[in-house]
């Protein structure tokens, strides 16, 4: 408990404080420097919007949470078997290797057109790049962690009699899970804000959808809302994926 | 052995997907839809080269002008962080949560703010880019060990020197793997930014692309800013390979 005390005493309060600090000079600076709501609105407007357009956001806040986290989960399987494709069959990794890091050199929101033209504008093209931006990210950091392992560990758990899959199962990918979940933190954030930007492009709802509507209808305050709201749920999400891992990983 | 050296050189998996992409495309009788023919790229790419040359400058200036801005502030930062660990800790997490802004979706407003003008792009650029150099620079300059310090010390070296010869050459490694992942999204910032309206640079002709449905000139694109990244991301592993080789164990 005390242990407890002490976190949130030097953790908390200082992130607070900031927080606290930057709302209140964002309000002052607002109201006495007369900027007008559509360059900045004060945090309290904000807020007020928010609320009031919840009912309208909500939906595509759904829409939005469940294509990246579709993305994500699909990604993240993608990457690791493809990671432990390499790790089992080196030819398929020298050969393919350099093409997945061809293919990483490309920014991802360059393929967004190309998901639209192939997925149509439905929730699946946004899924999609979101699953390609998602696995890149995991699929080099399993790589990275599988080339932690100590070969020494490697020929003694062979040396026992071990299979190929049993040291990759018993092994390698224990040994690889810290990495592996960097990789999924940054698939996590990157898969929100990749279905987002697609969005943006061409879908029937969803919050990129939304605030490129409000964007044309130079309605400021519904694009503030929006960003507010997507950016609480994916910061809840990253939070909650945090967790997870300081639960299941408590070996590094 | 000859077979096996030669699918061993990491060019091999490139040289035959683009095989395949040649021969199995007019084969299989593949959509244009999906995966049109490589030579009907090509030819789109010839066909319009003279613009596809400017707007391929035009992204690459707003990338660099956005990476050197976002690159000064995130050491900035990273160096701020270390001198002073309150300031780390209150405002470190808050930038932590900026980043999952979808700082996309701010494009309008950025645009609102600075014009259609290439600051807004270098803006958006800024943005993506420093939070990963401020945290690399944060790390690094924390592998600087109390004793190394003491030493200098009592050799009467002042702070700036401590900083200079000691903590700056030590956080390099780990500030260049920071500039290395800041450059790819420098990239994305410039691009994106493009989006909100231009009209020149290859967001815009990404945008066009999406538009008239041109599959052809997506795929051109798609070769191209691939090409523009790696471009980046070699010239700075080249910078690094030179003048930072040295690795803090």
Redesign the interface.
Known sequence: MAHRVKIVA??AI??L???VM?LVVWEVATSFANIPQ??LPAPSAIAEATVSSLPRLAGGLWLTTYEAMAGFAIGSLLGLSIACLFLLAP?AR??????VI??N??????????A???FGMGAASKIAIAALSVSFAVLLSALEGFSRTEDGHINLLRSFGAGRFAVLWRLQLPSALPSIATGLRIGL?RS??AV??AE???AYNG??QI?YRA?AEMD?QT??S??LV??LT??TL?GLLVMVDRRLIWWR | MRPRLLLGHPAAGIVLALLAWLVLVPLLNVPPRYLPPLGRVVADAASVSLELWNSFLRTLIETALGFVAGVTLGVAFGIVFTWSRFLERSILPLFVALQSVPVIAFGAIVVIWFGNSILAKVAIALYLTFFPVAVATLRGLQMVDEKRVDLFLSFGASKAQIFWRLALPIAMPSIFTGLKLGVSLSLVGAIVGEWFGDSVGLGVMLLQALYFEQVERVWVLIVICGLLGALLYGLLALIERKYVWWRIV
């Open positions: 030097t953790e200082p992130v404080f900031a927080l930057l559509y360059i030819p020298m050969l393919l290797l350099p093409l061809a293919l050199t490309v920014p991802s929101i360059a393929f967004v057109p190309l639209l033209l192939w954030a929100t804000i987002i930007v943006m492009l061409g919050i990129g605030v964007t400021s694009v503030w929006a960003i997507s950016s994916s910061l990253y």
